[in-house]
């Protein structure tokens, strides 16, 4: 019988940003890396969406994304690959606002 303290949980990510459009070259060679190793770490994405009209708010950010990966430790291992963080300085030019949150696993 399995033993469920054992097992790791899927864990989700809420991703939101706005691209910033003077730097169209930046976004396409950290997209193409950073999804690669996102991707390797085992993430699926649930939701790709821009954002329609704030109701109640602000909402910062263009587009979101939720992605959910096997567990937690892949979200880790996914930002901490050394292919990630050499393409990090393109991230910070490629969005003009990024926002990156692990949701609760509880």
């Known amino acids: 019988m399995l033993n469920n303290t054992n097992l790791e949980k899927k864990a989700y990510v809420i991703i939101s940003m706005t691209?910033?459009?003077a730097q169209q070259d930046a976004l396409l060679e950290y997209k193409n890396v950073a999804k690669k190793v996102r991707d390797e770490n085992?993430?699926?994405?649930?939701?790709?969406?821009?954002?329609?009209?704030?109701?109640?708010g602000n909402f910062n950010g263009e587009s979101i994304?939720?992605?959910?990966f096997p567990s937690e430790n892949?979200?880790?291992?996914?930002?901490?690959?050394?292919?990630?963080?050499?393409?990090?300085p393109l991230r910070d030019k490629a969005f003009s606002y990024l926002s990156l949150t692990i949701l609760s696993n509880t």
């Open 19 to 21: 691209a910033n459009p």
């Open 74 to 88: 892949n979200i880790h291992n996914w930002l901490n690959d050394p292919r990630y963080i050499k393409v990090k």
């Open 42 to 56: 085992g993430a699926r994405v649930l939701l790709k969406k821009d954002v329609h009209k704030d109701v109640i």
């Open 65 to 68: 994304r939720i992605l959910e």
